[in-house]
């Protein structure tokens, strides 16, 4: 088996994986959450009124600020919902097996003998990953 061939068989584990198959649950429960739905269409619409009003070239400034606490409100109802909180974690987590995954990669390219010398390996950069 060539490494190109090796990395379709990782790329079809990770998606078996328990946290890759806990995001795809959160997403799919974040799209059909009608309140999150609302929230997200709320802070993209503040978001955007904030950007055209920095575009304009005598922008007022207490539009400004009243601009950016509502993109500041509406990203934090996004942020304190439960469906989206359960998103973040479960992303979170795949990042984090994706990250030493991509540590191993760059130890075994740069001959570095990633079994036994991770605090070397150039990949994560913070030492022991528990690899």
Do not use: W
Not at 6 to 25: N, T
Not at 40 to 65: H, P, T, V, Y
Request: proline content about 2%.
């Amino acid at each position: 088996m060539n490494l190109i061939q090796q990395a379709m068989e990782l790329g079809r584990a990770i998606r078996q994986d328990e946290r890759y198959l806990r995001l795809v649950a959160a997403k799919e429960k974040n799209d059909a959450d009608k309140q999150l739905q609302s929230a997200i269409g709320e802070f993209e619409s503040a978001r955007l009124r904030l950007e055209e009003e920095c575009a304009k070239d005598s922008g007022d400034n207490n539009l400004l600020s009243e601009l950016d606490r509502e993109v500041n409100e509406a990203y934090a109802a996004i942020m304190s919902n439960p469906s989206m909180r359960e998103y973040s974690e479960a992303k979170s987590e795949i990042s984090k097996i994706i990250s030493k995954i991509k540590a191993i990669i760059e130890c075994a390219a740069e001959g570095i003998n990633f079994e036994d010398a991770c605090e070397t390996c150039p990949g994560c950069g913070k030492g022991r990953c528990g690899l």
